[in-house]
T-cell receptor, first 113, second 109 residues
Framework: TAGITQAPTSQILAAGRSMTLRCTQDMRHNAMYWYRQDLGLGLRLIHYSNTAGTTGKGEVPDGYSVSRANTDDFPLTLASAVPSQTSVYFC????????????FGPGTRLTVL | GQNIDQPTEMTATEGAIVQINCTYQTSGFNGLFWYQQHAGEAPTFLSYNVLDGLEEKGRFSSFLSRSKGYSYLLLKELQMKDSASYLCAVMDSNYQLIWGAGTKLIIKP
């Protein structure tokens, strides 16, 4: 199985432009997450979804939005990108929103200029 | 505030043993995870501890003391492929993972 896929692998984006990072899982996991990873910092949770149709804010949600129309897909949208959103973005999923292991996608490297 | 502390970098020799420590202060505790992350790749799950004590899984073991807010990851018989970052994460009372910045482990022949 593919597990979790993310697209694109990398992207350079002009400041002020919008972009959607895609995430798809085929494990039928209920919970999905978006993290950003920056040098010297731990992974930080942006948004999460415990089940299809619901979403919640994580530690650093400002400037990002998500939707969860179905179990498999969890896109992350940057409405108007700023240079501080330059980061590596990881999507993850777990069987439930409780103390289950989270499995990560390969990541999207985003540079905002 | 919530805080996870682990050393930034460690160096060890191929074939040796290394212990990576993690201390935490979080609002609630629902388990501690260790992940491995090779450069440019995604984190991959190594271990989960929710009760005090040692969990052994092949060359890797993980220990937890909840009263001390402390865990360690023990890697035995080090191989060059173990060169990676090791991430400690604690699941808080809201079932959200709080992550340490990671320990970069360098293995020398």
């Amino acid at each position: 199985t593919a597990g979790i896929t993310q697209a694109p692998t990398s992207q350079i984006l002009a400041a002020g432009r919008s972009m959607t990072l895609r995430c798809t899982q085929d494990m039928r996991h209920n919970a999905m997450y978006w993290y950003r990873q920056d040098l010297g910092l731990g992974l930080r949770l942006i948004h999460y979804s415990n089940t299809a149709g619901t979403t919640g804010k994580g530690e650093v949600p400002d400037g990002y939005s998500v939707s969860r129309a179905n179990t498999d897909d969890f896109p992350l949208t940057l409405a108007s990108a700023v240079p501080s959103q330059t980061s590596v973005y990881f999507c993850a999923s777990s069987d439930s929103g409780l103390a289950d292991t989270q499995y990560f996608g390969p990541g999207t490297r985003l540079t905002v200029l | 505030g919530q805080n996870i502390d682990q050393p930034t970098e460690m160096t060890a020799t191929e074939g040796a043993i290394v212990q990576i420590n993690c201390t935490y202060q979080t609002s609630g505790f629902n388990g501690l995870f260790w992940y491995q992350q090779h450069a440019g790749e995604a984190p991959t799950f190594l271990s989960y501890n929710v009760l005090d004590g040692l969990e052994e899984k092949g060359r890797f073991s993980s220990f937890l003391s909840r009263s001390k807010g402390y865990s360690y990851l023990l890697l035995k018989e080090l191989q060059m492929k173990d060169s990676a970052s090791y991430l400690c994460a604690v699941m808080d009372s809201n079932y959200q993972l709080i992550w340490g910045a990671g320990t970069k482990l360098i293995i020398k022949p």
